[in-house]
């Protein structure tokens, strides 16, 4: 088996610097003091990378309250539940603004934390996705895979463009900042007056709306007007990456095509997650979250190699081993269409989607201990305590 990091490619690691763009007057303004002191809070002789998982374990606690309360996520929790999964959010995003901070005060910033911080994100981004959805009680749906696909596309375009860039770009509005605080305040509110607020017509929330254009706009939930938004807010985004990237290879004298190019991989992969669902009803109405967690494990993997290719100045990753489960699923959902049995039919479908994510979660687990070894073996480090204190 190949190593996920070539020989060659190691000595890059120690030429790496993380550099980063955050336009967010949120953070500049509002919470740059606050992360400030939160910090504060951890010893010196923590490790930044264990800051980091702290938080993302907060995540999976409101995950399993969720599978508990709310396996469907049409269920009606707990008022307390909801507070849960508001904090659990917000602590997830506070302690992933200052892993970073805690790496320069402890003097142990390395490329190793920001493949561990994103591949933590990676992780828990489609299972805030899903805790929303809970939330908004939009069930095993269209709506609810929608919002996930949506916000693993934004990820692994910002991912792409921090490759050819070299730069993460944080916009106005950022899923890291303004989203963990939208996520944090529905759920809150939530708690508060309950899910069903989320089922009312958006148009009701709109004053002075005539009735007669109601009528003739297509019947929508606040929930979904927020699904929809975030469609149509991830257009300029995406835009704004190729926009860079073309920028980027221009600078370089690099193919702006081949860059661009490197999308396709997990365009197909998305395509093809969106073709097996919509050929087998039965996954999305009854089994969706099983898929959607499959689905976060091969998404974490295919963005991992990205961000190792990054930190390391590899070639971008193309088609992987991931891609296999992802495949196979597709052509056995559509086999009937080609005229073809199906290997895996009816419920046992659901026995598939189990053996893909067994197979997905082992070979992310593989991936990202292999990674980590590699690199602490490497530089020296220990991945979640300090191994060499910061001089004085």
């Known amino acids: 088996m190949a190593p996920y990091i070539p020989e060659n490619y190691l000595p890059n690691l120690k030429k790496y610097k993380y550099q980063a763009i955050d336009k967010s007057l949120i953070s500049k303004y509002v919470l740059a003091e606050y992360w400030n002191q939160l910090v504060k809070i951890f010893p010196l002789t923590m490790a930044a990378n264990m800051v980091t998982l702290l938080g993302s374990l907060h995540v999976l606690i409101a995950v399993v309250l969720n599978q508990i309360y709310a396996p469907n996520l049409v269920e009606t929790c707990p008022s307390w539940v909801y507070f849960t999964f508001s904090a659990c959010i917000w602590i997830y995003g506070s302690f992933d603004a200052v892993d970073g901070k805690q790496a320069r005060r402890t003097g142990t910033a390395s490329p190793l934390g920001e493949l561990f911080d994103h591949g933590c994100d990676s992780l828990v981004v489609s299972l805030i996705m899903t805790l929303f959805a809970s939330t908004c009680q939009l069930g095993e749906t269209w709506w609810t895979a929608a919002l996930v696909f949506f916000a693993l596309t934004n990820f692994y375009m910002s991912t792409m463009e921090e490759y050819h860039t070299h730069i993460l770009f944080l916009g106005y509005f950022s899923g890291p900042v303004e989203g963990i605080i939208s996520f944090s305040l529905a759920t809150l509110l939530t708690g508060i007056f309950g899910p069903e607020f989320w089922a009312k017509s958006v148009y009701s929330f709109i004053p002075l709306l005539p009735s007669a254009l109601v009528d003739v706009l297509p019947p929508l939930t606040l929930a979904q007007s927020l699904v929809a938004s975030m469609g149509v807010m991830l257009i300029p985004t995406v835009y ?118 067994a197979y997905t979660a082992l070979q992310y687990a593989h991936f990202a201990l292999e990674v980590i070894n590699t690199i602490c073996a490497y530089l020296d480090i220990n991945c979640l305590t300090i191994k060499h204190k910061k001089a004085e």
């Open 240 to 357: 704004m990456s190729f926009s860079n990237i073309a920028s980027a290879c221009r600078e370089q004298n690099k193919s702006v095509l081949s860059a661009f190019a490197d999308s396709i991989p997990f365009v197909a992969s998305i395509a093809s997650m969106v073709v097996w669902l919509a050929a087998s009803p039965n996954v999305l109405n009854q089994h969706l979250v099983l898929f959607l967690m499959f689905a976060g494990f091969a998404f974490s993997y295919i963005v991992g190699r990205v961000i190792v290719a990054h930190v390391t100045g590899a070639p971008f990753p193309k088609l992987n081993r991931m891609h296999v489960p992802i495949f196979f699923g597709t052509a056995n959902a559509i086999a009937p269409m080609l005229g073809l049995a199906k290997m895996f039919d009816g419920e046992n479908e659901v026995v598939l989607i189990w053996i893909c994510l």
